[in-house]
């Protein structure tokens, strides 16, 4: 199949000849002015706004393309280092991570929101609309009526058509990168643009086909400025769109527009956005074999995420049922409420590793393993102790056009939901460090506490036995074995627990999770060998999974090994990941195992569950010809990126995962 001209042109990266610097150095005119925060943010979107160059692809039918190259700062570093003396800044200092209402807006129209907005947002709500009426004006001097009238339109006024509401909402994502927001999340996305597709196949302006090729056009808007929005690696841009789960009425939401978004996604074969799929032991098996059918594709999605578990984990931590039902996927994983919620779902981290490490280095007058695991859970509550009273006074630069997309007055000292996440980091590690230590030291005492705490801190010289059967043949999590599968469940009960009760400092609640992200290489760096067998400098698994040299036959043990845990207490997210060798999707027969073999995990109780197509043979070709392998897809931890754009680190570990068949 020929590839879409639009497609090609933004393959070939031809869009970036608009590009240009804005030139400006706000910050210290800001200093010298003596402007607040908010006042700086909404002149820079006023500014960053004029600053743009309306620009129309070829055929494309949604638009608006980012052409300023840089986003100049609003604080010189004298000034950020006086904020950050009184004040806790996570990440940027920017919003993050945050689900807009985007659907309120669809349906209202920028106008009627911007009635009841205070002045600084007024004045960026005019900004976008100015920019949106130039667009307009291009449109026009092009012969492209239709697109004039419908930037005419939109998001002025209320969308009603299908292509009214896709290119508002391209807009209003636009208007938000602009205004210095990231990981701005897209929500439940076939559930509010429903309407708007049932409407017009009713009235006979759309078909199926018109439309997807309209959803199609939507997703490739995604990818024009995606290089911009950087996280910690190329790719990481938290562009995350939902589809399916339970709907308001208790029924399943899955529906003709989310198959034709799995359609989209599988044709363009683009990594934004990036799907979600939410999911229950009610769910269908054919939406689990469409599901496997864009995993195929090797994209590394959809994620799924199952209701059974999440919608009451998240009811247990005081979200209203309502919220809880219509929850939305954060960049990577985490739960977050759109329209009323300002959680900040990445805020800590917690090593499992280093909790073992630090009890067994503290563990001298340990006589029993049951001595050691109260060792253990002490330690464990001492770093959640230290973690919490690390954070505190949480400041964030406000955001004028992101609170006229949310119910909060301001958005950037909260709203309704303001709870604080915290990732589990090498939780597996930590799991099969205690199995270890159980049968080597307390039931078989071939050793002392003390002899494997010097190999440890020696990184096994010496000790080349221990260290073999340490990595190959002692008790591992993911091989559906009890004897280190329990502690598996243990550490994630003893982190709920130590989180649990806790307010903090915006009033919120704590969550636990099983998510990773970058720290399975950065909290591994901190630390040394530990004592199942991982040598120092080795990662550890990525997000809620086996490590990576644990010897296992196949997917079904790591599913039986991590739905053991009572998963509802770790809502915070943090996926299971399976990695499949490419050649275990080579018929309908091998995809419709696939399929089954999530449905099987969902019902099993797991939370969140995401699948990687590999081929190592084409990865080892793309480290040494990356220009044969442009568009080589891999699974990172909670998005997908090109494999040729990551650091070798994170290349190296994607590599050195479990290649599944079933």
Known sequence: MNTPPLLQYI????????RHPTGFTLAEEYAAAGLSPRERMAD??????????PVLLPDEQICFLRTTTELPDIFTEAEWARIKEKHFIHELGFLS?????????????????????????RRSIDALLELTDRYAALAEQSGDAALAAVLRRVPRYPARTLREALQALRIL??????????????????????????????????????ALALIQDFFLSFNKDSDMYPGVQQGDNGQSLVLGGRRADGKDGFNQLSALCLQASHSLHLIDPKINLRVSRDTPLEVFRLGSELTKAGLGFPQYSNDDVVIPGLEALGYAPEDAANYAIAACWEFIIPRVGADIANIGALSFPRVIDKALHAADGCESFEEFLALVKKTLAAEVDAICAGIGDVWF????????????????????YNNFGVHGTGAATGADSLAAIKELVFEKKQLTLAQLRNAVDTDFEGCEDL????????????????????????????FADALAGRTNCRGGVWRAGTGSAMFYLWHAQELGA??????????????YSPGLFTRIGGPFSVIRSFTKPQLGRTVNGGPLTLEFHHTMFADEECVTKVALLVQEFIRRGGHQLQLNVVSMEDMKDAQLHPE???QLVVRVWGWSAYFVELDEAYQNHVMARQEYVV
């Open 97 to 121: 991570n945050l689900c807009p209402d985007y659907e309120g807006v669809l349906r209202e129209g920028l106008l009627a929101r911007r009635e009841r907005a205070e002045a600084y947002s």
């Open 173 to 210: 994502h636009f208007g938000l990168w602009l205004e210095g927001e990231y990981h701005n999340t897209v929500g439940r996305f076939d559930q509010f643009m429903l309407p708007y597709y049932e409407a017009d196949l009713a009235a006979g302006r759309l078909t199926e086909e018109s």
């Open 44 to 53: 820079r979107f006023c500014r960053m706004c004029a600053a743009q160059t």
């Open 628 to 630: 044969r392998h442009r």
């Open 467 to 494: 260290l073999a059967y340490l990595r190959w043949e002692a008790p591992k999590t993911g091989c559906d074995d009890d004897r280190a599968d329990c502690w598996l469940c243990s550490l994630l009960e003893w």
């Open 11 to 18: 393959l070939e990266k031809r869009h970036h000849q608009y």
């Open 397 to 416: 630069v406000p955001a004028p056009l992101m609170d006229v997309m949310t119910d909060a007055a301001d958005i950037s000292t909260g709203a309704k």
């Open 530 to 543: 530990s004592p199942d067998g991982r040598r120092k400098g080795e990662p550890f698994g990525t997000n």
